[in-house]
């Protein structure tokens, strides 16, 4: 048997070592076209901070594949995948076969049309080598502009501002992290930001950059021109399957695959930021691009291929950041839909403690929630949310920062945490 992993993020990472573990004999090979070794890739935006050190950033030894005898082909992309032959090839001329196949390809980071975009000092900022370059050039630098207010242009922002730079972010949705949370927990973040010295510009969006071989500045759309010696480019991401034929394999955003982390076509996995499937909270087929769901997908892959039955019930959107003083916890559904009848929403706002909760039931059950600062229960609330179990009575308790759960629910002898 030759197992080929395609990436060698962590949800490579882990279904490569659940593999060897079920499967002590067969051959694996993991493709992956950055040279380094797994590390954690949400803590690059932490080095860029000056918080973290890149020493801290492995997440497995440097003998990792030895160890696992993992045959590592690294620094190549794969470009062609032909799944009725068992067959791929990168872009560097290689090709290999296989008889179980993973695709643990990440995302890409999204682009965006405007001219002049190969100037130096322009960056995306999804894997360390970018973050690297950035840390390298920062000296030079004074101003930087940061497009997009998603979670990665939101990371780019903030460590840029505590790197001591006169930060720009250009948002389009008018306040950052619209993907994650409400306009009201946004505005709060915003405010925060903005006590720090960033300025955010709304609304607009850029059409191209000024410079020589360096960017010195940057056009937008309403004619405006902000001047900047750096850029990041943090407009989201996307599934990185450019490589998968969608003939032979179903891809809506992401690559669809069933509990067992099947796709349509024989033989052939996909997990981690890549994959789709069903949202615990919003109940359809979502990406769910978050590091906890690419582990737990690619130990249910691993135990799959490896020909032992491990369903995987679907995934959570959920994140804990921390922006200078103030913290913010979201989890599942916290954009419903206004016409959906069954959406029941709770808030409680103190703006004077900076304080924020929003709960979301569907029906009588939790589907998600956003917190600022006293996010101490969120651990409770995702349990709660992934658990199911229908809080008939009382919910607005559960806007208190310190809420009794046993209390709440006295009927129910599970914990929710797991
Ligand atoms: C700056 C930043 C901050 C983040 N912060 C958080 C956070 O706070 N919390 C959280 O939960 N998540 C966070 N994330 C998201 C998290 O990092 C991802 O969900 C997680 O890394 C996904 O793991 P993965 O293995 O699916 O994909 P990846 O980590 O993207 O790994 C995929 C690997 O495959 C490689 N690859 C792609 N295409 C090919 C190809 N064709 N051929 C060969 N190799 C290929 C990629 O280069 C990459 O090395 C953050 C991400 C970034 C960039």
């Given at each position: 048997?030759h197992?080929v992993?395609i ?6 990472t882990?279904?490569g070592e ?6 002590p004999q067969?051959?694996?090979t993991m493709?992956?076209d950055?040279?380094f070794?797994p590390?954690?890739r949400?803590?690059?935006?932490m080095v860029l901070?000056?918080t ?6 492995p997440i497995r ?8 005898r993992i ?6 992309r794969?470009s062609?995948?032909?799944?009725e032959?068992k ?6 001329g ?6 179980k196949?993973l695709?643990a390809?990440?995302?890409?980071p999204?682009?965006?049309d405007a001219?002049?975009q190969?100037?130096d000092?322009i960056f ?5 080598a970018?973050?690297?370059q950035?840390i390298?050039a920062l000296?030079s630098f004074?101003n ?12 780019a ?5 505590r790197?001591?730079?006169q930060v ?13 949370v409400?306009?009201?927990?946004g ?7 903005k ?13 191209g ?11 937008l759309?309403d004619?405006?021109h902000i001047p900047c010696?750096?850029?990041v ?10 490589f ?9 955003a992401?690559i669809?695959?069933n509990g ?5 076509a024989?033989?052939?996995?996909a997990?981690g930021?890549v994959?789709e499937?069903i949202d ?5 087929p ?6 906890p769901?690419?582990?737990?997908q690619?130990?249910?892959a691993g135990?799959?291929?490896a020909?032992?039955?491990f ?10 950041i921390?922006?200078?003083?103030t913290?913010?916890?979201t989890?599942g559904?916290v954009?419903?839909?206004?016409d ?8 409680e706002t103190?703006r004077r403690?900076?304080?924020y909760?929003?709960l979301?039931f569907?029906k009588?059950?939790?589907?998600g929630f956003?917190?600022?600062n006293r996010?101490e229960?969120?651990?409770i ?9 229908p809080v008939e009575k009382?919910?607005?308790?559960l806007?208190a920062p310190?809420?009794?759960f ?5 009927g129910?002898r599970a914990c929710p945490i797991?």
């Amino acid at each position: 048997m030759h197992y080929v992993v395609i990436g060698n993020g962590v949800a490579g990472t882990t279904a490569g070592e659940t593999l060897r573990r079920l499967d002590p004999q067969s051959a694996i090979t993991m493709l992956g076209d950055e040279n380094f070794p797994p590390y954690c890739r949400p803590m690059i935006s932490m080095v860029l901070e000056g918080t973290v050190s890149e020493k801290a950033l492995p997440i497995r030894s440097a003998d990792f594949y030895d160890t696992l005898r993992i045959h590592p082909v690294l620094g190549t992309r794969v470009s062609q995948l032909d799944p009725e032959s068992k067959n791929l090839a990168t872009a560097d001329g290689q090709s290999f076969s296989y008889d179980k196949l993973l695709i643990a390809s990440g995302s890409d980071p999204r682009a965006i049309d405007a001219e002049n975009q190969n100037l130096d000092n322009i960056f995306y900022m999804r894997n360390y080598a970018q973050v690297r370059q950035m840390i390298n050039a920062l000296p030079s630098f004074k101003n930087a502009l940061v497009l997009g207010g998603g979670l990665v242009g939101f990371k780019a922002a903030y460590g840029l501002l505590r790197r001591g730079l006169q930060v720009t972010m250009l948002i389009s949705s008018g306040y950052p992290l619209s993907m994650q949370v409400d306009e009201t927990a946004g505005q709060m973040i915003l405010e925060v930001l903005k006590s720090r010295g960033l300025l955010v510009r709304v609304g607009s969006q850029v059409i191209g950059f000024e410079g020589g071989d360096r960017v010195r500045g940057a056009f937008l759309a309403d004619g405006g021109h902000i001047p900047c010696e750096l850029v990041v480019i943090g407009k989201g991401v996307f599934p990185a399957h450019g490589f998968v034929p969608r003939d032979k394999i179903k891809v809506d955003a992401g690559i669809l695959v069933n509990g067992c982390m099947e796709t349509s076509a024989a033989d052939v996995y996909a997990a981690g930021d890549v994959a789709e499937f069903i949202d615990i909270a919003r109940k359809r087929p979502w990406v769910n691009a978050i590091w906890p769901e690419a582990v737990a997908q690619g130990e249910v892959a691993g135990t799959n291929m490896a020909g032992r039955r491990f369903v995987y019930k679907g995934s959570l959107s959920r994140n804990v950041i921390r922006i200078f003083d103030t913290d913010v916890m979201t989890a599942g559904l916290v954009h419903p839909p206004s016409d959906d009848m069954e959406i029941q929403v709770l808030t409680e706002t103190d703006r004077r403690r900076r304080l924020y909760r929003k709960l979301v039931f569907r029906k009588d059950v939790l589907a998600g929630f956003a917190m600022v600062n006293r996010i101490e229960q969120g651990g409770i609330l995702t349990a709660l949310i992934r658990s199911g179990l229908p809080v008939e009575k009382d919910k607005s308790r559960l806007l208190a920062p310190d809420f009794n759960f046993a209390r709440l629910m006295p009927g129910s002898r599970a914990c929710p945490i797991h």
